[in-house]
């Protein structure tokens, strides 16, 4: 096989107090791209379609992982790369997480898998480091890994994943501004209250078991964050009104989508995630604000080969 096309999906990182250790997979919402072997040593980006990416391997998430990977490896061959974006860049649902894990989970199937996911999430995270201005694996985790993760540390790499309730939905709400990581994260305190500290340990801790054990009262519970949303809603237009309208729709609990500006709320059921779609709605659309909104569930098994 000299050719493959792939589904990469769009993911939810932090999950209210899981900043920078938790997020979890979209079944929906994802870029393709077409990874190819080809005579010619290096890595080559030949098509981009969707947003306007820089074509330089270095200069662009997709090159950047793949080339990590490709100088951990002796080979007389190199790849080409095609990118079609679906996932808007700046828009909190793993854009170049995305771009980042298709690339080297691409190269990897070609090659016959010489790597296992934690590797290929350490590769990808490169590439994700170029935008963020750190490493951390709560994008790049789920979408190789899928379902819900806790990367457990990042050095050395681990992951957890944590298995979760076969009937929860994600609704996420993209309202079409941008904003970017390296920009949300210069918001947040460089300390934190030992009292704050301890709420959002126990929550994250709720937050896991809740998963673990279906209990979507400990899950609603849990999904609070008094560290980051304080500081990153405030980027939000409309965010404390979207929240309380879905939580009053029967959402189980709703935050901030990565670093923003989406906001994801996490529903029992199909029926239930569609009615705080509704909810959410009806908020945004008297707001001259552009939006996509999405209804997913979650997505257990991550990237995927489309043929």
């Given at each position: 096989m000299n050719e493959i096309k792939i589904f990469s999906p769009g993911t939810v990182a932090n999950v209210s107090c899981g900043f920078d250790v938790m997020g979890f997979c979209l079944d929906n919402v994802g870029d393709e791209m077409v990874i190819r072997k080809v005579?010619?040593?290096?890595?080559?980006i030949t098509k981009i379609e969707g947003f306007d990416l820089?074509?330089?391997?270095?200069?662009?998430v997709a090159g950047i992982s793949a080339l990590a990977?490709?100088?951990?490896?002796d080979l007389d061959f190199g790849f080409e790369i095609e990118i079609y974006k679906k996932i808007k860049p700046g828009s909190g649902i793993g854009s170049s997480a995305a771009s980042a894990v298709g690339s080297v989970f691409g190269m990897n199937e070609l090659l016959n898998r010489p790597f296992n996911k934690t590797q290929l999430t350490e590769f990808a995270m490169k590439g994700e480091a170029f935008i963020s201005k750190c490493e951390h694996?709560?994008?790049i985790g789920p979408a190789i890994f899928g379902g819900f993760i806790l990367a457990k540390s990042v050095s050395p790499l681990q992951i957890l994943e944590i298995p979760f309730p076969e009937d929860l939905y994600a609704t996420i709400i993209h309202p079409q501004i941008e904003i970017k990581t390296a920009d949300a994260r210069g918001l947040?305190?460089?300390e934190v209250a030992l009292q704050d500290a301890i709420k959002q340990w126990a929550n994250l801790g709720g937050l896991v078991h809740g998963l673990h054990s279906g209990d979507y009262e400990v899950i609603k519970s849990a999904l609070h964050d008094v560290i980051v949303e304080p500081h990153r809603s405030k980027l939000i237009p409309h965010f404390q009104e979207v929240k309380e309208a879905a939580i009053h729709a029967g959402a189980v609990g709703s935050g901030i989508s990565g670093s923003g500006p989406s906001i994801f709320s996490l529903c029992k059921g199909l029926e239930?995630?569609?009615?705080?779609?509704a909810a959410i709605e009806a908020i945004y659309s008297k707001t001259g604000i552009e939006y996509d909104i999405h209804v997913s569930k979650i997505n257990s098994k991550g990237i995927k080969i489309l043929n």
């Open positions: 005579d010619q040593k290096g890595i080559r820089p074509y330089e391997a270095d200069k662009n990977m490709y100088n951990a490896l694996a709560d994008n947040l305190p460089t239930r995630a569609n009615e705080v779609k």
